[in-house]
């Protein structure tokens, strides 16, 4: 598939392929402008349906998708006078009868550990609860195939695992994940295969092992342990955490 | 007290304006601005009255200067009406619960949430104007000063709220897509507002009254 | 003129309303110094930023910005001392250009065109925007609008930086050109005080821990024993930084927490150097 934003002629995205199954969670690492955040809104048919542009080549979905973008705030439905009615905005535009809603945005509050801030009203949450009710929001949707865009942007360190974990849930219960994220040292333990973007294109993919490539760190993209680990001009394989690190050093 | 359902909101903002310029001045006037000004003052002091009055001032003072007393007293009477009935109306008006009432009516959900969004999106903007004023200010910005300075204030101010608005607006549409808004979207109403039929009437009845006063001022 | 303190606090105390934010802090930062504000969400932290930037008045105690109390100035006064950099920042942009906004701030300090087109290319040139400098601010990425606000506080070559969380949404090299800039600066005389929960930037950029708990100073250290320290952390809710896991579980030499220390150190020891 490759991707051209209205009124420019050097595509975002060219030639990019990849699939991701139910179950898996994938990641899509790169620099800012690599792409990762374009190719994520053309799985959500958002590019071009709603952005404009032009698009070749084939995407196909066998699932509802629920795409949760960077910035919260630009998020909020704008109309919710409580977290709870946030929460349930999308499921209430889905047309789902009131006692499913209830039952999801419950269920979603729960996951995202927001249930005690269900009454307050969004404009008073923090940048990191924020989030946090976006995410429940879109989960509260029951997508088969879930679209993150830097979700633990706001979050402090403890929130960010918070979310991590919740990713790997919602994998082991069989929804597809596609993750752009920067916070590369959670990937090892995250994603099931990590795609490398850069410019537009992929340039490698693969189990999260390509987070220690040598070319991969070259490109600032290695955890920080395989970072390390170069610098201090040690022979590849370069070790992946801080586990495999010790593991290896006795 | 239970707040009205909010197409009686809108009906009796809309009522008390119309009835100011259709009825002859300014006895008209001075009923449908005391009402008005009611209304706000039910809103409490910071968040009704004062604004209406603030806002309607500078209506006064250029008619003032302009027009005759006779015709100030008539004209600003109207205005009042006006100004007081929309401040009333931001106040009182949550536009969750007119979207509700208008999805609950069946009518279009894209439509419903164009006119929500407007309303709603006061707060953030206000909170979103208050931490530009302080970056700008902890960047040496000084509202004070010659009249040059403050145009330049007033760009620093103003240009980021209307830059980053419109920026946002961008992402919000595309926030909104994913949430199901769409064309064609059938929302299940979550609170709708209780609609008991005295209120019915009573909107059916100010829109005779209007009616009924704009035929009788043209007869 | 050089100072000797570039920030004084001394007794402050702080509240809004009923609630108490702030009792009894009391620190000093010397020029040239990299200090991290740490601690939980509600702790006093942004109590402190906007004290320091004269958006509040202390309720007790005063608090000096160099040899200025700052009772009784207003932000735009302090600018001169004082630069800041806000969460999300990106949103306070608004010239035509990155240039022109960078220099928005030496200009209204009534600095000369020439003066300030140099502080601004300084700027630009320390956190490597110049690429980017002749755009409009909104047709880059949040981040490097975010980027851009930082400059924009660089060309004020303040006394003290005062930074909320500078690094948020950056990747790791923008990270990495932040800290360097900072760095830069504080060689060259300024202070840097930074509210931040990103240990691992915190690592690179700082040497002293400043931590708020429940609006009283609850410790003030150099900053690499505490990162080492998993159960000093966990009470603030952090982990320590991969650097300084990675030093610990390795037990390397003198525990470094930079990354380069920590290769330097690593590749001294693999090459069979000492272990202890």
Known sequence: MSFWYPATEAPALSNVSFAVAGGEVVALVGGVGAGASTALLVAADLAPRVTGGQIEGIV???????????????????MAFTVWDEVAFGPANLGWPAQEIARQVDHALERLDIAALAERDPITLSGGELQRTIIAGVLAMDPGLLLLDEPTAELDPAGARAVWRLVRELAREGKAVLVATSDLDALPDLADRVVWLEGGAVRASGAPQLLADDAVCAAGLGTTVAGVWRAARLEPPYP?????AVRRWR | MRAAHPFTQLAVAATLPALAW?????????????????LTATRGLRRGLWPALLTAAPFWLFLFLLHDARTTLAIGLRITTMVASFVWLAAALVPARLVEAMVARGWSVSAAYLIAATLSAVPTLRARAQRIVEAQRCRGLSPRGSLRNRMRALRALAMPLLLSALHDVDERALALATRGLVPGARRTPLRAPADPVLERLARWGLVLVCVGALVWRLV | MALSVALRLDGVGFSYGAVQALTDVTFTVAPGERVALLGRNGAGKSTVVRLVTGLLAPAAGTLWVGDWDTQGLAPEDLAGRVASVFQHADQQLFARTVREDVGFGPRALGFSEGDVARRAEDALEALGLTPHADEHPYDLPPALRQIAALAGALALEPALLVLDEPTAGLDRSWRARVADALAERAAGG???????????FAAEALERALVLDGGRLACDEPLSGLLTSAARLAPLGLLPPTVAALSEGLA????????????????????GGPRA
């Open chain 2, 22 to 38: 259709t009825l002859p001045a300014p006895a008209a006037g001075i009923a449908t601005a005391a009402l008005a000004l009611g």
């Open chain 1, 60 to 78: 196909s979905r066998t699932e509802r998708s629920g795409i949760v973008l960077p910035t919260p705030w630009t998020q909020s439905s704008g």
């Open chain 3, 252 to 271: 390397l030499p003198g525990r470094p927490v930079r990354e380069r220390d920590a290769a330097h150190t690593l590749a001294r020891v693999a090459r």
């Open chain 1, 240 to 244: 992946l955490t801080v586990a495999e």
């Open chain 3, 190 to 200: 300024a202070a840097l005080l930074v509210v931040t929960h990103d240990l691992a």
